[in-house]
């Protein structure tokens, strides 16, 4: 391995095209603000989708102005059927996990801030990373296709479940073409991905500048370093999966469909597969991709926290460390999401321990986090506030984890809110937090305008508010044993809960209008805001050395070279700043707060 | 800012614990003889993701609340123990946490998946099919015929697809609609899915195993309360997944042998 940058000073020419600049552009940060962009789209499209869901389990009855014009079969007089509620629901789901919480902390803030964290102009591969954000709006744009099929949107959750989501037409609306637009859509999705880690990988190992070693890598830098390991193989798992499923569609293998199965008292043609094989390798992908959605979020948490403590973290090697094992741990642990599937019950106890270790590195990251908010000098600001609220939000996902790590209690607890209620607070809102606390942190640099933060602090507020107010019920209704997937609440026990639902569908109508603030600020402030210095955070690291927005070539054609780990705050130096940027030869004095 | 943050961090974390300790929403009571140990499994479990919840979100509160806005004063100041007495308060509470739950848990899951069904349990058979589930009695002969999926015909009511001309076991079969069991008798459940993955819930039983097409599953219980009880699906199979139940009656001894008495003279 390459201590140091060998890589030639300018290894692509600027753009001289505007689609060159702007449409197929090899610039990473190009790259990072189309995968931003396509993000924003998506969590759109996902936020409506989740608005429609809220609707109709609130008020089952209820008809939807205009959702008669979306689908005239879908919902007749706008009242939703109950099978395109379970299409809407899949295609929330799968939006928001592959096409927002994947995109927008890894691949987005990824693409901008890894190459210029490391010291390099732009990644090994810069054609592969072109093709990497095309190939993955390519898999947005055949999902999103699934709308304008005639059956639909697939209805099989965004686990797709075989033999439900194999057997084809026959086993309900949108289980035809729908279900194999979802499995091409996600091939081509992993493909994407795939191209994006390699370039990653590459990044971190091989295009280092000068002088930054492994351990002068700012913490968010190794987070998606980590990330892309898991997404390299995670990744390389669903794809195959996807494949082998859309051939049980089109070529009439039975890699997932087994013999003697009967609907509308026709025997289904295949014979020979496994239901389960699905589950294992959906899982097996599954796990970990939970962990590409949120350790992305804590680098960029932890990174934020330092800048705005003025001070390092108590460990970073300890929460590093941690981040590894979660890394590690996720793959070993798949298989707590199907301890009643009917795998052999003994293997439910061989998951379940080390789903309940990883408590251990969540533990250690959490403290680390609280324990050097302890005499810093925190300054609030909305970045800062929205990584506080990660810490919060990350806590209360997390502690839900010790039920659903354990076989006894998941036989409970298993396939009902509460697990909707645990995965939502920690892969959906704490990585949310973390991609509104990068957005607000890194948007000066990469629009060189600054966000106006007094709409940041409102829509902080009312969002960290809101969120509690959606999520944490939905762990009260499974703990009453409210099964989620239900398009209507119509069994005696579950009657009593539709109040909470109709309380929380109030809370996420709310919440999502408030994003609107956001999306205002974000592109208000894209247009018109201030002018941003560079360095309008006083942070370390090397993005902060560059112009807001960086010129095409990052570092002006030079290599930087670098002396300090980014963790240089609360220093004492000769010109009274209370930090030492990581390319500064100046060495702290003696008496910072930090001796 | 600082301050209001902490403050409504605390807000939001006792907010939340109300409904927990007032037990505002509960499942169904237990009417089983393994459920008490689940119960207690989750109440312990409870007890310790709580205070973890509680001591989290309130010392982050705190140091918000102290740290929000400080400037410079002297040395700064560092978490007494610094990292290592974090770190190493992780790895033996948390660990030591972790460990005692995963092993009392074994018990209860092992009472439920380890132990084998009693040689008189009373076998049903369950199938689960979009969108009802069906049982099986054996009648006197105490065996189930075979299932032949080729002759499953909803029209003509042969629902798990039996060939009584011609398998003897299956002739005194007894197919229903409901679930009606003996209270205090062990039930061996033989469950089998005719189409995709269902699940048997049910919450008040403490029971709930996913049907898996291609490979038949046994669970068993014994239910201790005489009443009606709800089975229903939790594993997605299709539109009409949120309306897939049945009902599940517990009955005295006498009542159920009635019961299968005129279940008999009707099929």
Redesign the interface.
């Known amino acids: 391995m390459h201590e140091v940058s060998t890589a030639p000073a300018a290894h692509h020419g600027p753009p001289t095209t505007f689609i060159r600049k702007h449409v197929f552009s090899t610039d990473h940060k190009v790259i990072g603000i189309q995968y931003y962009h396509l993000a924003l789209v998506a969590v759109v499209v996902g936020m409506v989708l989740s608005w429609l869901m809220r609707i109709h389990l609130g008020w089952t009855n209820a008809a939807i102005p205009g959702l008669q014009t979306l689908s005239p079969n879908g919902a007749p007089g706008g009242v939703m059927?109950?099978?395109y509620y379970?299409q809407l629901m899949t295609m929330h789901a799968t939006i928001m996990v592959f096409f927002v919480l994947t995109t927008a902390p890894f691949a987005a803030f990824g693409n901008y801030f890894l190459p210029i964290q490391t010291g390099a102009e732009d990644m090994p591969f810069p054609h592969f990373n072109m093709m990497s954000f095309w190939v993955t709006l390519t898999g947005f744009l055949v999902l999103v296709s699934a709308f304008f099929v005639s059956d639909g949107p697939p209805?099989?959750?965004w686990t797709s479940?075989?033999?439900?989501s194999a057997?084809g037409k026959a086993?309900?609306?949108g289980?035809g073409a729908g279900q194999v637009i979802w499995a091409t859509a996600l091939a081509i999705f992993c493909v994407g991905q795939l191209l994006g880690a390699l370039n990653f990988i590459s990044t971190v190992l091989d295009m280092r500048c000068k002088g930054m070693t492994l351990s002068r890598l700012p913490v968010s830098a190794w987070a998606w370093f980590i990330t892309s390991c898991m997404g390299l193989t995670a990744f390389a798992v669903l794809m195959p999966a996807c494949i082998l499923l859309i051939l049980d569609h089109v070529a009439g293998t039975s890699f997932f469909?087994?013999?003697?199965?009967?609907?509308n008292?026709q025997?289904?043609p295949h014979s020979g597969?496994?239901?389960?094989l699905w589950q294992h390798l959906f899982w097996f992908f599954g796990h970990p991709e939970v962990y590409i959605a949120i350790v992305p979020g804590m680098g960029i948490v932890t990174h934020v926290l330092v800048t705005n403590m003025?001070?390092p973290m108590?460990?970073m090697k300890?929460i590093l460390y941690s981040m590894w094992a979660l890394a590690f741990l996720s793959y070993m642990v798949y298989g707590h999401h199907m301890f009643?599937?009917?795998m052999n019950?003994?293997s439910?106890?061989v998951f379940?321990?080390p789903t309940?270790?990883i408590?251990?590195p969540s533990?250690?990251v959490?403290?680390?986090w609280?324990?050097?908010?302890?005499?810093?000098?925190?300054?609030?600001n909305t970045a800062s506030?929205f990584a506080?609220g990660f810490?919060?939000m990350f806590?209360?996902g997390g502690?839900?984890g010790?039920?659903l790590?354990?076989?006894?209690?998941?036989?409970?607890l298993?396939?009902?809110y509460f697990v909707v209620g645990h995965f939502h607070m920690v892969m959906g809102v704490a990585a949310m937090f973390g991609i509104f606390s990068g957005t607000y942190f890194w948007f000066p640099k990469m629009y060189g305008r600054m966000m106006d933060e007094t709409l940041g602090?409102i829509h902080f507020?009312l969002t960290?508010?809101g969120t509690?107010c959606i999520f944490?019920p939905f762990h009260?209704?499974g703990?009453?044993?409210n099964?989620?997937?239900?398009?209507?609440?119509?069994?005696?026990?579950l009657k009593p809960?539709i109040p909470?639902h109709q309380f929380i569908s109030v809370a996420a109508l709310f919440t999502g209008a408030v994003q609107l603030i956001f999306l205002y600020n974000f592109i208000n402030s894209r247009f018109r805001g201030k002018p941003a210095p560079p360095n309008p955070w006083e942070g370390t690291s090397l993005e902060w050395i560059m112009p807001s927005p960086p010129p095409w070539n990052n570092f002006g054609g030079k290599d930087p070279v670098v002396y300090h780990d980014a963790e240089q705050y609360?220093v004492k130096t000769a010109s009274g700043a209370?930090y030492i940027m990581q390319n500064s030869p100046e060495q702290a004095l003696p008496g910072g707060?930090?001796? | 800012?600082?301050k209001f943050?902490a403050v409504?961090?605390i807000v939001?974390a006792i907010a939340?614990a109300i409904?927990?300790v007032m037990h505002?929403?509960?499942?169904?009571a237990d009417i089983s003889t393994h459920g008490h140990?689940?119960d207690s499994?989750?109440d312990d479990?409870?007890i310790?993701?709580?205070v973890?919840?509680l001591a989290?979100?309130i010392?982050?509160a705190i140091?918000?609340w102290?740290?929000?806005?400080?400037?410079?004063e002297?040395?700064?100041?560092?978490?007494p123990g610094?990292?290592?007495g974090?770190?190493g308060?992780?790895?033996v509470l948390?660990?030591a946490?972790?460990?005692a739950?995963?092993a009392f848990?074994?018990?209860?899951?092992a009472t439920?998946?380890?132990t084998p069904p009693k040689a008189d349990a009373m076998p049903i058979q369950v199938q689960a099919?979009?969108f009802a589930f069906y049982f099986r009695y054996p009648g006197p002969d105490g065996k189930f015929g075979p299932?032949h999926?080729?002759m499953?015909?909803?029209?003509t009511q042969n629902l798990f697809?039996l060939d009584p001309e011609h398998d003897v076991e299956s002739r005194d079969d007894i197919v229903t609609a409901e679930m009606a069991i003996p209270v205090n008798k062990e039930i061996h459940l033989l469950m089998h899915?005719?189409?995709?993955?269902h699940?048997f819930?049910v919450?008040a039983l403490?029971?709930?195993?996913?049907?898996?097409?291609?490979?038949d599953?046994s669970l068993h219980f014994t239910a201790t309360q005489i009443g009606k009880y709800?089975i229903?699906?939790?594993?997605?199979?299709?539109?009409?997944?949120?309306?897939m139940?049945a009902y599940l009656e517990v009955m005295s001894q006498a009542d159920f042998d009635d019961w299968q008495k005129k279940q008999a003279a009707a099929q």
């Not at chain 1, 239900?486 to 026990?493: G, L, N, P």
């Not at chain 2, 505002?24 to 169904?28: K, L, R, S, Y």
């Not at chain 2, 102290?66 to 410079?72: C, D, I, L, N, V």
Request: aromatic fraction near 12%; hydrophobic fraction near 45%.
């Open positions: 059927t109950p099978e379970l209805l099989a959750g479940y075989a033999p439900l057997i086993a309900g609306p289980q469909i087994p013999s003697g199965l009967v609907i008292d025997l289904i597969g496994s239901t389960l003025r001070r108590l460990s300890a009643v599937s009917g019950p003994f439910s106890l379940s321990f309940l270790m408590t251990i533990t250690i959490v403290l680390i609280i324990g050097s908010l302890y005499g810093s000098q925190l300054r609030i506030l506080l810490i919060s806590v209360s502690v839900s010790f039920f790590a354990q076989p006894s209690i998941d036989i409970m298993h396939a009902t602090k507020w960290f508010v509690y944490m009260y209704l703990w009453a044993g099964v989620r997937r239900y398009a209507a609440f119509t069994d005696d026990y809960l909470l609360g209370d707060d930090g001796d | 800012m600082g943050l409504t961090i939001i939340s409904p927990v505002t929403w509960e499942p169904p140990l689940i499994q989750r479990t409870m310790e993701a709580g973890s919840f989290a979100q010392l982050l140091f918000i102290q740290f929000a806005g400080s400037k410079r002297g040395k700064r100041k560092t978490f610094g990292a290592k974090l770190v308060a992780a790895l948390v660990g946490e972790v460990l739950l995963g848990g074994t018990k209860a899951w439920v998946y380890f099919g979009q299932i999926p080729e499953i015909n909803e029209g697809g899915a005719k189409d995709v993955s699940s819930y919450p403490r029971v709930h195993q996913d049907f898996v097409p291609g490979l599953l709800e229903v699906c939790s594993q997605l199979c299709g539109l009409g997944h949120y309306n139940r």
